[in-house]
Every structure is written in structure tokens, then in C-alpha cells.
């Protein structure tokens, strides 16, 4: 049986690696995906983890409040010690309590599910604030949920204004992305310049097959991207005219966003 894998060189500071930590984050992963409960041996061979190992770290994790476990069926799931961790992110950022009444009105009013999110390194973006829509569908996002930083629109806006990634390593990210519908790596590069026109980044049905998702950048007090306004809708409910209306208005907000977190750098 195979540990858990170490990821491949990056550039930028070299981080030891520090196996245990890395692998108390994997189950913490994987029992945040939500589901039922996991026994020792489903989350030990999920993650490729000698059995013994996955034992002593879960007790580990248990102790400290963030995994509890059943003892009548030995199985394990996230504890509110997690809540606590989470909390204390989310008010740390001036972000979700900006960004949350706008989400709330574009959904209201466009009918969207309107998400904030931030960009938290060339590897992963999360969300932080979300408003759901009516309409017959539901994506499966909620706060807290983790995505790679090249996927879908948010992801096109991460290429067009980082650029601390050659050609080879956004390659390499690019491969690993799971899409419904597969662009291809010089499509993407194609999205990525007119984003770098625009302004603003749209994907249609890539990501998600019939979903149509519009993201448009925050930036922070240094001019970086930091963070991102996300609307998503089944692509038969944004016509032309409706998705230039919503960009113009994103477009508005986001702006706004920049300076009230510029302001509070």
C-alpha cells in the first residue's frame, strides 16, 4: 500500500515536508466532503495511508476536537473544533460581511447563485460568502468549499492577472483539472487574453455541462488579485442581453469591493 503522495516541486520557497501534518489534512479533506460518517479502513485506504498511521493521527484529531468518532459504530466525521477554526477565518477577512449583501441582492434580483471567493494561492481558491438562487438547480459549492485556482471562470481570471507561472507549470495544473467539458490548453490561453481585455471572465458549460459562470476580479491593496465575484446559472436562463446586464452590474460591485478592502488594508 502507497502513502499519500507528496506533491511535485513548485517554484518559489522550499517547505519541508512534514508527513504527518500532511496526512492529518488529507482526512480532514476527506471527511469535509461531507456524507456519512467513515469508518478506519475506508479512510485509510482512500488515502493510501498504513492503517496503524491513520489510527494514531485520527486519534490525534479526536483529542484536539477537530474529528470525533462513534463508538458504538467506530466510525469518524468533523467535529465542531472545525467550527471554531473556520469562524475565526471568515471574521479575520473584512471579505464575507463586504461581499454578502451583494450576493444576496444579484441573486434575488438575477435569479444566480452568487458566490465570493478568494483566492488563497496558485493552488486553490474557497469560497467565502454565498446567496443561492431559485431556480430548479443547485451547484454543489458551499462555504468552505476548495477548488482548484485554474478551474472554471474564477480560474481564467487566476491566469490572466498571476504571473508568477511559466507556461510549463500552468501546463501541468491545467491537465489535472476536471471540466464536464474539457477546453483545450490553447482555448483556455485564448479565454485568458480576452480576459486580460475585458476585464471580466465567462465559462460556458466547460466546467459544469449547461451551466454558464461569470467571474469578475477583486483586487487588493497591493493591485493583486485577491479575491472574486462568482455568478452561475443554468445557460439556458442567461441570454445575451441578461449576462451583459450582470457583468456590467459585477463589474460595478467588484470595483466597489477593491477600494472598501483597499481601504481597510
Known amino acids: 500500500m502507497n502513502e499519500v503522495q507528496s506533491t511535485p ?23 469535509g466532503r461531507g456524507g456519512d460518517p467513515l ?6 485506504e482512500e488515502l493510501g495511508m498504513v492503517t496503524s498511521t491513520c489510527l494514531h493521527i485520527l486519534r490525534a484529531l479526536v483529542s484536539e476536537g477537530l474529528v470525533k468518532v462513534d463508538v458504538a459504530s467506530k466510525r469518524y466525521s468533523l467535529d465542531v473544533g472545525m467550527l471554531t477554526l473556520a469562524r475565526s477565518v471568515i471574521e479575520s477577512s473584512p471579505f464575507p460581511a463586504l461581499a454578502q449583501p451583494v450576493l444576496d441582492r444579484l441573486s434575488k434580483e438575477a435569479n444566480v447563485t452568487a458566490i465570493g471567493v478568494e483566492i488563497t494561492s496558485q493552488d486553490h481558491m474557497v469560497v467565502l460568502a454565498l446567496s443561492r438562487s431559485h431556480a430548479p438547480f443547485r451547484l ?10 485554474l478551474i ?8 490572466a492577472y498571476t504571473t508568477s507561472m511559466d507556461d510549463a507549470e500552468i501546463e501541468r ?4 483539472l476536471r471540466w464536464d467539458q474539457p477546453p483545450d490548453i490553447e482555448a483556455w490561453r485564448k479565454d485568458v487574453e480576452a480576459v486580460r481585455k475585458k476585464g471580466y471572465s465567462i465559462d460556458r458549460g466547460n466546467y459544469i455541462d ?9 483586487f ?17 436562463q442567461l441570454p445575451a442581453s441578461k449576462t451583459q446586464a450582470l457583468i456590467k452590474e459585477l463589474l460595478i460591485e467588484a470595483q466597489t469591493l477593491s477600494t472598501l478592502l483597499a481601504a481597510r488594508a
Request: aromatic share 4%.
Open 9 to 31: 516541486a513548485r517554484s518559489g520557497p522550499r517547505i519541508r515536508e512534514v508527513p504527518a501534518v500532511t496526512r492529518a489534512f488529507a482526512i480532514l479533506r476527506l471527511l
Open 39 to 44: 469508518p478506519l479502513k475506508t479512510i485509510s
Open 140 to 149: 454543489h459549492v458551499d462555504v468552505g468549499s476548495r477548488f482548484p485556482a
Open 152 to 159: 472554471s471562470a474564477t480560474g481564467r481570471l487566476v491566469g
Open 173 to 176: 495544473r491545467f491537465k489535472a
Open 210 to 218: 449547461g451551466v454558464t459562470v461569470i467571474a469578475v476580479p477583486v
Open 220 to 236: 487588493n491593496a497591493h493591485d493583486r488579485l485577491s479575491h472574486s465575484l462568482v455568478a452561475a446559472a443554468l445557460s439556458n
